[in-house]
């Protein structure tokens, strides 16, 4: 008689991954000044490795990655859109950082991405106030009760102040009581309209919260619409901290109904409060495909 025979059971190893620490993601800008300052929110690395995606993370984080030897690896910079955390996305106006890296088993690598812009970004407005100019002006009718903003140069309250590279920053008084603030822009823009990405870059500080809207300027008939509303920045113990927001406009500009019209961003708050608000503005940047 013949007896049975049962195939063995053997455990399968499990593969060994390479392992890449990204602390974080650094921005570099032409030196001439035409891309505004370096400042930057970039919170995700999209990581491929050989073509592939690994994910999304969160930096600073170590990813496993299940190849080895030498391999493409591409990173692209991820962006909070509209400063919503769940809407987490590649920032379109960044080019990857591309570099080939020998990947062991095991063995953990750190890389540290520096981007760039795209080369056929167009920035059809910076401020950053370094010039002590303003490119904007109050506006909003006669309901408007609270005047421009100004420049300062306090160490305290100017964005990332190192006494050379980023001197001035904007800042807005807003008294107590029922007030309303309005800020546009002097000039206006002419702005894609094939569903190409737009977006508003902006650093800021607040204890109270204000609107970013655009206005399609349309003969003497001149309707601004809100984009997106940002609260205050004040911490735990009440101090106001820098935040940097990615606006997108694309959907709105590419409305039929604005076609041909060109553009005014603005800024605005409606305020009633029993104590002074305060708005603080830097390193604006208006920019397009």
Not at 103 to 120: A, H, M, W
Not at 259 to 276: M, R, S, V
Request: proline letters at 5%; aromatic letters at 12%.
């Amino acid at each position: 008689m013949l007896g049975a025979v049962l195939p063995g059971c053997t455990d399968k190893e499990e593969p060994i991954p390479s392992y890449l620490y990204i602390p974080r993601i650094d921005l570099q800008v032409a030196d001439d000044g035409t891309q505004g300052s370096n400042a930057h929110d970039i919170r995700d690395a999209w990581v491929y490795v050989n073509g592939s995606l690994i994910g999304a993370f969160e930096m600073p984080a170590t990813i496993p990655i299940l190849e080895s030897g030498v391999s493409t690896i591409n990173v692209f910079a991820g962006i909070k859109k509209n400063g919503l955390t769940q809407d987490r996305i590649r920032y379109p106006m960044f080019r990857s950082f591309d570099t080939e890296m020998e990947l062991t088993p095991g063995v953990v690598d750190t890389l540290i991405p520096v981007v760039v812009y795209n080369q056929s970004v167009k920035f059809s407005w910076i401020e950053d106030f370094e010039d002590r100019t303003i490119s904007l002006e109050k506006s909003g009718g006669d309901d408007t009760s609270v005047d421009s903003l100004y420049v300062i140069d306090n160490e305290q309250d100017v964005y990332a102040y190192d006494g050379t590279s980023n001197k001035y920053s904007g800042r807005v008084d807003i008294p107590s009581g029922f007030q309303i603030f309005e800020n546009r822009t002097i000039g206006q823009y002419e702005l894609p309209r094939s569903g190409q990405d737009i977006y508003l870059e902006l650093n800021f500080k607040c204890n109270t919260e204000f609107v970013v809207g655009m206005y399609p300027l349309s003969g003497n008939i001149i309707n601004g619409y809100s984009v997106v509303n940002l609260f205050s920045t004040a911490d735990a113990d009440g101090v106001l901290q820098w935040k940097k927001v990615y606006v997108s406009l694309s959907e709105d500009v590419n409305n039929p109904k604005y076609n041909g019209l060109p553009f005014k961003p603005f800024f605005a708050a409606q305020t009633n409060k029993d104590e002074n608000s305060v708005l603080f503005f830097d390193n604006i940047k208006l920019v397009h495909f």
